[in-house]
């Protein structure tokens, strides 16, 4: 895998730990709320990809993913959702909301890095 | 010269001329051209009739060996991610001394990794005998929802609480999913028992028994070893506490 800069938005420490390990050599930048990931989002617009989680205190993911669609400057960074609401609805929401992809947790590893290489496969518009 | 004045081989061998020898030994070689040209294209037509099976051969073995390999490959890297998952969920229980962290991290385990929906956390009251209820998540059924202990009942827990082996469910007596005995050198402190996974998640996987081992030996000792440093730390405060009140007097 390239040498990405992804940020995660997440609550679980565990997961994060589990990012930082699954996607090395990636420059992980971590938040653990919705909040606290615009605010990173704001200081590192330079990100590749956001994997996002949708249950969070302060600020949901999906009202995360309504702020950064929202926004012209990081609108194109592709999102991909990573959450336990595994129902049908919950997938078609995510994806309508922006984002690119939804991986129910738990997940495997070759899971998620099938859909980063994907991104990576796939031309940017500007 | 037209083949017309060429010399019969009579001719030819019969007398000395020696045009006629010379167009003798004309005839001839191109004979023997003709002959090494016919059996030439003999031998190409054998060599590449027999070529062509043995690198069909070669390439089906080359696409067989691929497949192997990406087999192979799939794997490795299945295994690296289950790998992967152990050692994080490892190095988390054992990253912090605060007991509630802890048990943070084990109810994030099971959500997260294993995919459980209901689950409850017991740990042993040494005081009472019986079973505390650390953690409930998800809608639990009763009796759970009526309780802060699990004082028996359920025979699943029980077995398991008993002789310390992991045991799967559901059985005809028990809606449990999986007891997993909680186990401090040789000792039962403790159960998880997972009642309900998410839809998604369907059945606990061969991998997942891998997960449910480490809980067993890891989430107890993580939380006896911060249980006991919790406490250590509570009394030197109360210690530090007596010696400024004996220092002021």
New interface residues.
């Given amino acids: 895998m390239k040498n990405r800069k992804v940020l995660v938005v997440e609550d ?4 994060h ?2 990012y930082e ?2 996607l090395r050599p990636c420059a992980i930048v971590a938040a653990h709320d919705g909040r606290e990931g615009l605010a990173k989002l704001a200081e590192n617009t330079d990100v590749d990809v956001i994997i996002l989680d949708i249950n969070m205190p302060h600020m949901s993911g999906l009202e995360f993913l309504a702020e950064v669609k929202g926004n012209q400057v990081v609108a194109s960074i592709p999102v991909i959702i990573v959450s ?1 609401e ?2 049908e609805t919950d997938v078609q929401r995510g994806l309508a909301a922006g984002a690119i992809a939804y991986l ?3 997940f ?3 899971e998620l890095l099938k859909i980063i290489s994907r991104i990576e496969t796939t031309p940017t518009s500007t | 010269m037209s083949d017309a004045s060429i010399p019969t081989g009579e001719a030819a061998g019969r007398g000395n001329d020696p045009l006629a020898t010379l167009w003798r030994a004309k005839q001839l070689i191109r004979e023997a051209q003709a002959a090494i040209d016919e059996a030439s294209h003999s031998v190409v037509a054998q060599r590449t009739s027999a070529e062509i099976p043995v690198s069909e051969l070669r390439l089906a073995q080359s696409e067989n060996e691929k497949a192997e390999l990406t087999t192979r490959l ?1 794997q490795v ?2 295994q ?2 289950r790998l ?2 152990l ?3 490892t ?2 229980l054992h ?1 912090t001394l605060d007991p509630l962290d802890v048990q943070t ?1 084990i109810a ?2 099971t ?5 459980a929906e209901q689950f409850a956390l017991l740990l042993r009251d040494e005081e009472e005998k019986t079973y505390e209820i650390r953690l409930q998540e998800g809608e639990m059924p009763p009796p759970w929802t009526k309780s802060a202990r699990y004082t028996g009942g359920d025979p699943l827990i029980d077995a398991s609480l008993a002789d310390g082996m992991l045991r799967f469910g559901p059985t005809e007596d028990s809606p449990v999913l999986v007891a997993v005995p909680l186990r401090v050198q040789d000792v039962t402190v403790g159960a998880l028992v997972i009642l309900k996974l ?4 369907g059945r606990l996987e061969e991998d997942d028994r891998d997960l449910l081992d480490l809980l067993g030996a890891h989430a107890a000792s993580a939380l006896f070893a911060s249980r006991v440093y919790s406490r250590a730390a509570r009394k030197l405060r109360t210690l530090e506490g007596l010696i400024k009140l004996v220092k002021k007097g």
């Fill in positions: 679980s420490r565990l997961i730990k589990m390990v699954m336990t595994g129902k129910k947790k738990p495997q590893r070759e | 799939a890297e299945h690296v991610g992967m998952t050692y994080v969920a190095y988390q990253a991290t994030d385990i959500v997260n990794m294993l995919g998410f839809e998604h998640k």
